[in-house]
T-cell receptor, first 113, second 110 residues
């Protein structure tokens, strides 16, 4: 069964550093997403991406965040200057079309110290 | 104002029990409804979509009441492997984001 692959599985970084979280969506999927889940909290939407541009973003997705699809296969989330409160599980998801189901990756656990 | 609210957990039930989870949503424009399952520190996985007429998948039955903005999930004959957090998820049409509830934790005990 096709999978959404995320790397790394766990990233520890110092406050103020930049991190890049990587995702390889399923190859024939056209819609891409990042969600995050702070420990003990609900899963929250960050951003959706379609046709090489952001289609929607949440209030959480401020200027320190950016997304990119640099080479047609990878989908990255960059956090420019990490804060302690950015510590969370970050899930990438993709789907083939707008009315299809999502497939989530297994997540990257980001710990900011 | 919480958009998707779920039963407070945890639910601790013996194997073979029937357990029901409830969920309410605040956005009356919501069109699509789902139950996801999430194991500890893992990604959410789709358990089932919820249709207006109600639907069943093996031991799992989902119901939707649009007038009350209420969704339910019934699990019959609980198995140890059903232990997980069950997430109520709602979205409006098209490419709008999924809105997750905080989840209800289920522990099935031998």
């Amino acid at each position: 069964e096709p999978e959404v692959t995320q790397t790394p599985s766990h990233q520890v970084t110092q406050m103020g550093q930049e991190v890049i979280l990587r995702c390889v969506p399923i190859s024939n999927h056209l819609y891409f997403y990042w969600y995050r889940q702070i420990l003990g909290q609900k899963v929250e939407f960050l951003v959706s991406f379609y046709n090489n541009e952001i289609s929607e973003k949440s209030e959480i997705f401020d200027d320190q965040f950016s997304v990119e699809r640099p080479d047609g296969s990878n989908f990255t989330l960059k956090i420019r200057s990490t804060k302690l409160e950015d510590s969370a599980m970050y899930f990438c998801a993709s789907r083939q079309a707008a009315n299809y189901g999502y497939t989530f990756g297994s997540g990257t656990r980001l710990t900011v110290v | 104002r919480k958009e998707v609210e779920q039963d407070p957990g945890p639910f601790n039930v013996p194997e073979g029990a029937t357990v029901a989870f409830n969920c309410t949503y605040s956005n009356s424009a919501s069109q699509s409804f789902f139950w996801y399952r999430q194991d500890c520190r893992k990604e959410p996985k789709l358990l089932m979509s919820v249709y207006s007429s109600g639907n069943e998948d093996g031991r799992f039955t989902a119901q939707l009441n649009r007038a009350s903005q209420y969704i339910s999930l019934l699990i019959r004959d609980s198995k140890l492997s059903d232990s997980a957090t069950y997430l109520c998820v709602v979205t409006t049409s098209g490419n709008t984001p999924l809105v997750f509830g905080k989840g209800t934790r289920l522990s099935v005990i031998a």
